[in-house]
């Protein structure tokens, strides 16, 4: 073990920036849960927490609602995703202006999964727009709003090559995105070369890495593949015979996704973005080891001192 790894840096806190991801909830119980997990994240100060948007606008409502209780009722920079799958353009400029006037500075500008389902053929809306990148240009066209879009590792499942996949993103940046973040992955190799191959593509954006922590690993793993992430055997064999044991579950799931953020963290990464699946305790963990404190945890520990 070697003191002088960059992740065991007493000042590396200040070297790193977080972001959360939520979804907004369905029922009064999910909301009281959402709202457990942004008190305990929210003193962790992130970058920003961002919103996710249901393809077609099926979670319009509700996503606006919670953007606007960020808003409202925390210190927090909301972020609110936006897809434009299935809706003609005047829709879905409604839908920016809705929250500009509501006083959203950041989106994160998805194309979304077709209607029928992912894997499905896509087919834009005959006057919708096209893709991540078109949603860009159009909230480009609004303001000078700060633009996340995505980015895959492992290449996006449509994409029929790493080529085609790199140039949407270069189109999304041509167009103003600001930051990518990129799907879930699991092994860090693949990160570090999609950013090689984007940085040569003359990509020069931040690609902020994706981090799931593995909740439920039978949920993740018949996800994955049709979000474009593969499932290394090593992580199965790890979560092997887990299912009926979810303090186990829970203690592995912490350890994998410390043993990932700390390797990054090595590799010299500085921006990490949680999909916290709206619970707080394993996300606050990882950013503790990555010295991302909260006020109420310094005071109380300088008092223990
Ligand atoms: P795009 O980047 O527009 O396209 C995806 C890929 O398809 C491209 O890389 C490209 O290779 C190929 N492609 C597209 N158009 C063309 C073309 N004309 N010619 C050739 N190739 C093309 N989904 C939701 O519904 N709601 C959310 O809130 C949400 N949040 C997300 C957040 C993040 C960080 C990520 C990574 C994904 C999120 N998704 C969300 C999932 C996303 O909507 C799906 O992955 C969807 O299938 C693709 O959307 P995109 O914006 O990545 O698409």
């Not at 409604?94 to 006083?103: D, L, S």
């Not at 990464?269 to 999909?275: L, M, P, S």
Request: charged share 25%.
């Amino acid at each position: 073990m070697n003191q002088f790894r960059f992740s065991r840096r007493p000042d590396i806190g200040d070297k790193i920036r977080v972001s959360f991801e939520f979804f907004p909830p369905k029922s009064d119980e999910m909301e009281a849960r959402l709202w457990d997990t942004v008190t305990r994240l929210e003193p962790l100060k992130p970058k920003f927490v961002s919103v996710t948007y249901g393809a077609g606008g099926s979670t319009r409502e509700r996503t606006a609602r919670t953007v606007k209780r960020i808003l409202n009722e925390t210190a927090l920079t909301p972020a609110a995703h936006m897809t434009c799958v299935n809706a003609a353009r005047h829709e879905v400029d409604e839908v920016i202006q809705e929250f500009a006037e509501m006083g959203v500075t950041r989106f994160v500008a998805l194309r979304g999964d077709p209607a029928e389902g992912v894997g499905a053929a896509y087919r834009p809306h005959p006057d919708g727009y096209a893709n991540g990148a078109e949603l860009v240009g159009a909230l480009k066209g609004v303001g000078d709003f700060d633009i996340s879009v995505s980015a895959y590792p492992e290449k996006h499942p449509e994409s029929p090559d790493f080529a085609t996949d790199i140039d949407m993103l270069k189109r999304k940046v041509d167009n103003g995105a600001t930051r990518a973040i990129t799907q879930f992955f699991f092994d860090n190799d693949l990160y570090e070369r999609y950013v090689e191959r984007a940085r040569r593509a003359g990509i020069y954006i931040p690609i902020v890495p994706g981090i799931l922590p593995v909740h439920n690993f039978t949920q993740v793993a018949n996800f994955s593949s049709r979000a474009g992430a593969l499932v290394p055997a090593w992580l199965a064999e790890r979560f092997d015979g887990l299912q009926k044991d979810p303090q186990t579950h829970a203690l592995v799931a912490s350890a994998v996704a410390a043993e990932q953020v700390l390797d990054l963290v090595e590799r010299g990464v500085g921006d990490f973005h949680f999909y916290t699946m709206n619970r707080a305790d394993l996300v606050f963990a990882i950013c503790h080891m990555i010295g991302i404190r909260s006020h109420e945890a310094e005071a109380a520990g300088s008092a223990a001192a």
